[in-house]
Each structure stands twice: as C-alpha cells, then as structure tokens.
C-alpha cells in the first residue's frame, strides 16, 4: 500500500539541547546501509539508535540532493561524524547510470561501429514508510471517535438478501445512504460516549470496527439511496442499524515526526486502547483526553508518564498495602515520601481531533496502563513540580 506516511519524516526538527545528548549510536551500527524493499524508517532507525525517536537528529538532510527527506529501496545510507563528533547518517545523489548504444556505419574496407552514451532511468519505487504498512492499516480500518452530529448523518445497515441476524464474511447487505461506490467503506457498532474523566466534557462517540464492504451494482427495483454491499474482512458479527462509514485514507496517517514541544503544563490520560485491554505494549493504538485544542498535531511525541508508588516514611519506610494499621494511620497524616514521576514510555500522535487524540505506542519501557498521563518531554519534571508524587489527583 502507498503510503503517504513519512514524505517528510525528516525534515529540519526543534529540539530541546538535552535530547541531542540523548543521541547515542548503538555498538554494532553499520558504516553503510543499501536500503531493501520491505524497510521501513522506523526499522533503519533502530539499526543505528536505541531510541528510534531521535532518528531525526541523526538524520543530516543533503540540500544537493533532490528530494532530500525520501529514503528509497536501493539508497546507499553513509554513517559519518561532524566536527564535534556527533553522528549523522546521509544519503548521497545516485550518479544516473550510462549504457551505450551501438551504431554502425558503412565504411570502403572496414565495418565501424560507433557508440553513443545515454542515461538509463531506474524505476526507484516508492519511498520508505515511516512504520510497517500492516500497523497502518490496521490503523486505518480500526475504531473510530466521532461527534453525535456526524454520526447522525452517516450511513446505516437496514438487512440482508436473508433474514439474517448477525451477518459475517460473504453475505449480502443492504446500506441506507450517501455512499460513493469509489470510496471504501466499514461496518461499525456504536460504543459508550467518550468522557474526559479531568473535565467531565463529552469527548465524543466510540465506533467499534465490525467488517469492510464491497460495494455492488444495483439490481432491478433497487430503491434510490439503498445500495447493496458484500461483507469481507469480518471481525465481529454485523447488525441491522450498524453504522456504514468512509475508512480512513493514507493520507490521515503522519507525514512526519513533529516534535513541536507542547507546554510543559499540559498533560492528559490514557483513556482506552484499541485492543479493549488495560495493559498494552509497543503498536497499541490508544485514545487519550488530547487534541487540537491542547496544541495536538499528527507525528507529535509524547511522553507516557507514571507516578512511583506512595511510600511512608517509617523504620523502615513501608508502602501502603504492607504497612500496619498505625503507619497507614500517621502516614495519611503527615509521612508520605514524596516520589518522582517517571516516563515510562514513548507514543505517538495519530490523529487528533478537537479534544482528543488517537496515538501509538513507540516504545514501552514497561506496560503501560489505562490512567498513565501523557504529556510533552518535559512534562514529567513539571508534574512533580505541581503536583508532588502522591497522584493525589489522578482519577
């Protein structure tokens, strides 16, 4: 699938002096790379850095190479060092290749063949993709957070060519609605609405993925606005009222990193994950109480931040669940130990929307949990700062 994601992923990045001291190669991280088809940059990333979300840094763009923010299948990727000793990886503009075309020409005694260069063009392919392209789909056909509004004008599932009930893979169902039969479509089931639990603002409307559909031709006395459709790619079973809405396009996915630093104040909550688990790892995508209006934008990273667990102060310093009656006493009066928050791992932005975000786990440095916050780089120091280490007001 081609993918714009990642056109761009390198292009000219701010970031905060601590990260550029972050920047360490791993041990085995080769001289050269010739790029493969399959690759993708988050891949190569990890060949040369332990935290592929640095990978901008490392990055040197070659403004005498055109397109200079695409990787390609069959690039020649060079590791080298500047002045002061720090690592950048650059591609160099491949020389086009000559081949020459043989030309004869009649002579008294002898037959000459003359040859004359010309420049043979590669077909270089498509370039690389940010993350692998089955996580993107996967992304693309997957829940969805909508407003009431927009939900009331969407498409709906009125039955089947049978009378049946729970409708999978291979049957025949009829859609009531405005459908483009260019546009690809996806059966959804509506979910609870979506609160921020900090504000009790509604955030919107959860759709659950049930199956795509295939649009087919209309047939004698097929009523106008009714379109028939077979089910494919089944994932739960599909009911009469399911929602029928447009996928989401490559295009919706990032375009690059954007590490535009958020303020430090902000911070919000892991609110649900795709998979309906409390506990989730690296390519989860996660819901959080986020969005445009808090400074949001696609290919943003954000830390996933963790208050240490409360101790009391005692001989020795105890926590809660293990200590006595008396040190739980005393301690909720005057001894808890204030504890740092720590960052416990990496995601990034998907899409936003006005209050909330979808993102995806980079990189867990432990499972993440359903309450973690989530905030810009330096959101964790400006969290103890504020709020000390009890997470006294965390829900």
Do not use: C
């Not at 500047?82 to 950048?88: E, F, L, M």
């Amino acid at each position: 699938m081609k993918l714009q994601l990642i056109a761009l992923i390198f292009g000219v990045l701010s970031t905060a002096p601590s990260s550029a001291q972050q920047l360490t190669l791993k041990a085995d991280a080769p001289a050269q790379y010739q790029v493969k088809t399959g690759d993708t940059l988050w891949g190569i990333a990890g060949l040369y850095l332990a935290k592929p979300w640095l990978w901008p840094e490392l990055w040197e763009v070659n403004p005498g190479v055109k397109n200079p923010d695409l990787i390609y299948p069959g690039d020649l990727l060079t590791l080298r060092f500047d002045a002061q000793g720090r690592p950048t990886l650059q591609r160099e503009e491949s020389e086009p290749l000559l081949s020459f075309a043989s030309e004869s020409v009649s002579a008294t005694s002898d037959r000459v063949i003359k040859l004359k260069p010309r420049v043979r063009t590669l077909q270089r392919g498509s370039a690389l993709d940010l993350l692998p392209g089955s996580l993107i789909q996967s992304f693309l056909v997957g829940h969805r957070l909508v407003a009431p509004a927009e939900l009331e004008q969407s498409a709906y599932v009125v039955g089947a060519t049978v009378a049946v009930k729970n409708a999978v893979s291979g049957h025949l169902i009829y859609v009531q609605g405005n459908l483009d039969t260019g546009q690809a479509y996806g059966v959804y089931r509506q979910a609870d609405a979506v609160a921020d639990p900090l504000t009790g603002d509604e955030l919107g409307i959860e759709l659950v993925p049930l199956a795509r559909l295939k649009l087919l031709p209309p047939v004698s006395g097929q009523q106008e606005g009714l379109h028939r459709a077979e089910l494919f790619d089944s994932r739960q079973e599909v009911r009469q009222g399911d929602w029928v809405m447009a996928l989401r396009q490559s295009a919706a996915v990032p375009a690059r990193f954007n590490r535009v630093a958020l303020p430090a104040s902000t911070k919000g909550l892991i609110l649900s994950s795709a998979s309906g688990f409390r506990e989730f790892a690296n390519w989860e995508v996660l819901l959080v109480n986020l969005g445009a209006e808090q400074g949001l934008m696609p290919g943003q990273l954000l830390s996933v931040l963790r208050p240490s667990p409360r101790v009391l102060d005692g001989t020795p310093p105890s926590y809660p669940q293990d200590s006595d009656a008396w040190q739980r006493l005393t301690g909720a009066w005057f001894s808890d130990r204030e504890m740092p928050t720590e960052v416990v791992g990496k995601v990034m932005v998907l899409e936003p929307q006005a209050k909330a975000s979808y993102v995806i786990v980079l990189d867990a440095l432990m499972p993440l949990h359903l309450g973690d916050w989530v905030g810009g780089q330096d959101a964790g120091q400006h969290y103890l700062q504020t709020n000390g280490s009890t997470g006294a007001d965390r829900p």
